[in-house]
């Protein structure tokens, strides 16, 4: 198997775990009763703005929680994520994650990531 092919299946692991990650964050937000429902969007992406900046800052869980909650609420409206608004905080997040990738621990999760996907492609066929 060829490096770069190695490389698209891993692409395409990361992708899915990603995908699944978020479709079950948005199914919990949906579950908890929707409560950004009524917010305006500008007060919205301000929001979301908000708490990844709180996130990147502190990593706490209740943080991510309310970003994963506007996240789903503003990709259940169609809109974009304001990612550009928070450039700095998501090269602090980038860099911690590089930090881990290092370690034994990102090894093994990487290494569940790829048997999740290579399942859930199995089960397809």
Not at 54 to 65: C, M, Y
Not at 75 to 102: C, D, H, M, Y
């Amino acid at each position: 198997m060829s490096s770069n092919h190695q490389r698209d299946i891993f692409e395409a692991a990361v992708n899915y775990a990603f995908a699944k990650a978020q479709l079950a964050a948005t199914a919990s937000y949906l579950e908890r009763g929707r409560q950004y429902r009524d917010v305006l969007d500008e007060r919205l992406e301000e929001q979301w703005v908000e708490t990844f900046r709180t996130w990147s800052a502190l990593s706490s869980a209740e943080a991510r929680r309310a970003n994963d909650d506007l996240t789903a609420e503003i990709e259940l409206r169609r809109k974009e994520i304001p990612l550009s608004r928070v450039g700095t905080e998501l090269r602090i997040l980038l860099t911690r994650a590089s930090t881990v990738t290092k370690d034994e621990t990102a090894r093994h999760i990487s290494g569940q990531i790829m048997d999740a996907y290579l399942k859930a492609v199995d089960e397809q066929h």
